[in-house]
């Protein structure tokens, strides 16, 4: 019966250790301010996100092809980040809405746009628009 007891309070003392050395080597996640604005109008869970995971969003947005996602491509033309703005503009491009890309270019001149502009020239080499 001691053995009983001993063992039992052995695998209790192991999973105890287990889940404190688990739990104490995990740091908490801060929520960062959303630094991009437009990811409010996908969800208050996209607030936040970090530049990849944005342009992971925007491929996702895209790919479900529909009007409604519309206004948040076009949000994201305006991300502080290039990259962010690149992936938006070349998926408006890639599903035809080329000419909203081009609109904001032209409200939004300067060398960010230039840039944007020439290498989405390079990426859509080829990409026809979708009807």
Same mark, same amino acid.
């Given at each position: 019966m001691i053995v009983v007891v001993i063992v039992i309070g052995a695998v209790a003392v192991g999973a &105890?250790? /287990?889940l404190f050395l688990v739990r104490?080597?995990?740091?908490?996640?801060?929520a *960062?301010?959303?630094?991009?604005g437009? $990811?409010?109008?996908?969800?208050d869970e996209f607030a936040g996100l970090t530049e990849p995971?944005?342009?992971?969003?925007?491929? &996702?947005? /895209?790919?479900?092809?529909?009007?409604?996602?519309l206004p948040v491509?076009?949000? *994201?033309l305006a991300d502080p980040?290039? $990259?962010?703005?690149?992936a938006a503009a070349h998926a408006l491009a890639a599903r035809g809405d080329a000419a909203i890309v081009e609109?904001?270019? /032209?409200?939004?001149?300067?060398?960010?746009?230039?840039?944007?502009?020439g290498t989405l020239a390079l990426l859509n080499a080829g990409v026809t628009p979708s009807s």
């Open positions: &105890a250790v /287990a104490g080597t995990r740091r908490p996640v801060a *960062a301010p959303d630094p991009a437009w $990811t409010d109008a996908a969800g995971a944005r342009c992971e969003l925007i491929f &996702a947005i /895209a790919a479900l092809d529909d009007r409604r996602s491509l076009e949000r *994201a980040s290039e $990259t962010v703005a690149l609109s904001y270019f /032209a409200a939004h001149p300067g060398e960010r746009a230039t840039r944007i502009a």
